[in-house]
């Protein structure tokens, strides 16, 4: 069964651009977390999609955003980009009321200069 | 407010000895443990979990323990393997109504296994 995946690996972008990351989860799997790491503030949840709703937000601002579709893929937006949203975006799927387990991919490196 | 902490950033070990990998934990509402490991340019891994009903979980050469009064998770690798060698992560949930797909993870944990 193919992993997670997540385009594009890496991104460069100017500050005040916005930018599109895509995740694709294991089939099968309905639910889509999103997590921001950095150096200082290490994986910090940003918000779970499920059944193209979003179920669970974590304490980012409203320049962050996502959406699901309905074969379970999910992007995730940031627009007016900052210098301090240069990360490694990571994407992890999981059953969604079966297990607690997620699966992760490999992740998006977003620099932001 | 950090409600899973790693204390030990870093932490050396011989090969086929045994490894040891400590978490603490603030919120006594946490239900669900997992460690994870991550080797660079790659997502974390799943490796075990634990639900905070048992004490002990198994899984090969993994074992993770957890003391709920006080507030402690280990893993325990035994024995440990140069391939071990990566950031072990200690991630915590909370029960799925209200809270669903969120995991809350320490800082790391960087193990290194010598030969």
């Known amino acids: 069964k193919a992993g997670v995946t997540q385009t594009p690996r890496y991104l460069i972008k100017t500050r005040g651009q916005q930018v599109t990351l895509s995740c694709s989860p294991i089939?099968?799997?309905?639910?889509v977390s999103w997590y921001q790491q950095t150096p200082g503030q290490g994986l910090q949840f940003l918000f779970e999609?499920?059944?193209?709703?979003?179920?669970n937000k974590g304490n980012f601002p409203g320049r962050f955003s996502g959406r699901q579709f309905s074969n379970s893929r999910s992007e995730m937006n940031v627009s007016t980009l900052e210098l301090g949203d240069s990360a490694l975006y990571l994407c992890?799927?999981?059953?969604?009321?079966?297990?607690?387990?997620?699966?992760f991919g490999p992740g998006t490196r977003l620099t932001v200069t | 407010d950090q409600q899973v902490k790693q204390n030990s950033p870093s932490l050396s070990v011989q090969e086929g000895r045994i490894s040891i990998l400590n978490c603490d934990y603030t919120?006594?509402?946490?239900?669900?443990f997992l460690w994870y490991k991550k080797y660079p340019a790659e997502g974390p891994t799943f490796l075990i979990s634990?639900?905070?009903?048992?004490d002990k979980n198994e899984d090969g050469r993994f074992t993770v323990f957890l003391n709920k009064s006080a507030k402690h998770l280990s893993l325990h690798i035994v024995p440990s393997q140069p391939g071990d060698s990566a950031v072990y992560f200690c991630?915590?949930?909370?029960?799925?109504?209200?809270?669903?797909?969120?995991?809350?993870f320490g800082q790391g944990t960087t193990l290194q296994v010598k030969p």
């Open positions: 992890a799927s999981s059953l969604a009321g079966l297990s607690n387990e997620q699966y």
């Open positions: 089939s099968g799997h309905r639910s």
């Open positions: 999609y499920f059944s193209e709703t979003q179920r």
């Open positions: 919120n006594s509402m946490f239900d669900y």
């Open positions: 634990i639900s905070s009903i048992k």
């Open positions: 991630a915590a949930s909370f029960p799925f109504s209200g809270n669903t797909g969120k995991l809350i």
